[in-house]
């Protein structure tokens, strides 16, 4: 789409860039927030790897969100802005954000980050098993989540302790793990459980559903009339 249209999800507060061209595949974000007169929505920037938005509730906490896609090696997409430019411009954004409140970032990172037992274990605590394998957008990833403190939901939260496959597999590859949440440390207690959904037919990536408990207090508002 060249314009979102509101109708499409009534009720939400929509950041939205388009992709270049209509229908240029691995372009395009969009972060959606359900409207509540618990907490303000703003715009907080954008770059070709991330859209992202902040969420600022009543009590003064914030929470900053992003939407992530990093191209595949290879991908044409990296000619203009490269693996390394993309990462430390995520690097640098989620540096900022941390000085906002709690980070949170999902998407498709291409990334496959292996297990706890390989050389680069990011943040704090141990994660579990994924994806066995660590490819050089994984070591990418977790070389950020070194320097920024974020931390993998990925073999860690409920209910994905496992770290089961988002990709499918095909004729010519496994399935893999090449999506994830990741959160700021002090995030990382609220997060209740991380999910694959297995029943999805609508792409070759399964979404994951991330269920956080943020700790904000919460007032009775009166309506506008």
């Not at 770059?47 to 992530?68: M, N």
């Not at 496959?112 to 274990?121: D, K, Q």
């Not at 994984?138 to 860690?156: A, F």
């Not at 496992?162 to 597999?169: D, K, Q």
């Amino acid at each position: 789409l060249d314009v979102w249209d509101d109708h499409a999800l009534p009720g939400h507060s929509v950041a939205f860039i388009p992709a270049r061209q209509p229908g240029q595949a691995g372009e395009g974000f969009l972060v959606a927030v359900r409207r509540s007169m618990q907490y303000v929505v703003t715009d907080w920037g954008s770059s070709d790897t991330t859209l992202w938005v902040r969420i600022q509730f009543l009590d003064g906490s914030r929470l900053v969100v992003g939407a992530c896609y990093i191209p595949p090696q290879g991908s044409p997409q990296l000619q203009h802005n490269d693996l390394n430019a993309r990462m430390v411009t995520l690097s640098s954004d989620v540096l900022a954000a941390t000085h906002e409140g709690y980070v949170l970032i999902g998407g498709d990172f291409n990334a496959r980050v292996g297990s706890y037992g390989e050389c680069f274990p990011e943040g704090l605590g141990m994660r579990g098993w994924t994806d066995a394998t660590i490819n050089g957008h994984g070591r990418r990833l977790l070389h950020l989540c070194n320097r920024t403190g974020l931390m993998l939901c990925t073999g860690r939260a409920l209910g994905d302790t496992m770290g089961e496959p988002t990709y499918r597999a095909t004729c010519r590859s496994a399935a893999t793990r090449p999506d994830h949440f990741l959160v700021s440390p002090s995030l990382l207690p609220h997060v209740c459980s991380s999910s694959v959904i297995q029943d999805w037919e609508g792409s070759d990536h399964l979404p994951i559903q991330l269920h956080i408990h943020m700790p904000t207090t919460f007032r009775e508002v009166e309506a506008c009339t």
